[in-house]
Nanobody, 112 residues
Framework: QFVESGGDLVQPGGSLRLSCAAS????????MGWFRQAPGEQRELVAQ??????EKYADSVKGRFTISRHNASTVSLRMNSLKPEDTAVYYC?????????WGQGTQVTVSS
């Protein structure tokens, strides 16, 4: 199970920090991260961090978002310079190398 927090309504140019703590019985965590899904759109990658520290970002968020892994099962996403097109439900992700696990999602709305 996941505990996600931090979603909110924010004005364009503002900042938010999403947090996710996972409590799952998996033998190994390969990576954690965040995906998002806007209405009528497919779920897409936002940012991931993998064992060893390698990070991966969507081109649309590079330079604005920063992912941090705090321990084996906790990850946060700092989002700066938010744009209306960042509006979506943000889902925490955990992968064990075979299976993908998802949080319930937290709503981020960027609007004036």
């Amino acid at each position: 199970q996941f505990v996600e927090s931090g979603g909110d309504l924010v004005q364009p140019g503002g900042s938010l920090r999403l947090s996710c703590a996972a409590s799952l019985s998996v033998s190994r965590i390969y990576g954690m991260g965040w995906f998002r899904q806007a209405p009528g759109e497919q779920r897409e990658l936002v940012a991931q961090v993998f064992v060893g520290g390698r990070e991966k970002y969507a081109d649309s968020v590079k330079g604005r978002f920063t992912i941090s892994r705090h321990n084996a099962s906790t990850v946060s996403l700092r989002m700066n310079s938010l744009k209306p097109e960042d509006t979506a439900v943000y889902y925490c992700w955990l992968g064990d190398g075979i299976n993908n696990y998802w949080g319930q999602g937290t709503q981020v709305t960027v609007s004036s």
